[in-house]
């Protein structure tokens, strides 16, 4: 069974920072492609940022300076480094693979989802 499972998450003030985790089991993480997500309450699910299996990065400008992705091949992991966080990052946070390994900021090639974890930025 393919799955990922997102951690990290919670309340941070804004100009903070929180590192986000996906664990992937049932494949091999290196093999896919690999993005992350959010989305808002009332908005649509946006792509932050993404990694092909060959290792090309990709990030929306919203995001571009302030998140760096980054995948550990043996430990089966992704992960998201969030700094100088606003309080428009607010939203659930989500990680997914696409089997054909491409890395694309749009939503629909992700076949495979976790369940999210929610990033609160408040003071």
């Known amino acids: 069974q393919l799955q990922l499972v997102e951690s990290g998450g919670g309340l941070a003030q804004p100009g903070g920072s929180l590192n986000l985790s996906c664990a992937a089991s049932g494949f091999s993480i290196r093999y896919y492609g690999v993005g992350w997500f959010r989305q808002a309450p009332g908005k649509e699910r946006e792509a932050l940022s993404c990694?092909?299996?060959?290792?090309?990065?990709l990030y929306a400008d919203s995001v571009k300076g302030r998140f760096i992705l980054s995948r550990d091949n043996v430990n089966n992991m992704v992960f998201l480094q969030m700094t100088s966080l606003k309080p428009e990052d607010t939203a659930r946070y989500y990680c997914a693979a696409d089997a054909t390994a491409w890395c694309t900021l749009i939503v629909e090639p992700y076949n495979v989802w976790g369940q999210g974890t929610q990033v609160t930025v408040s003071s």
């Open positions: 990694i092909s299996a060959q290792g090309t990065i």
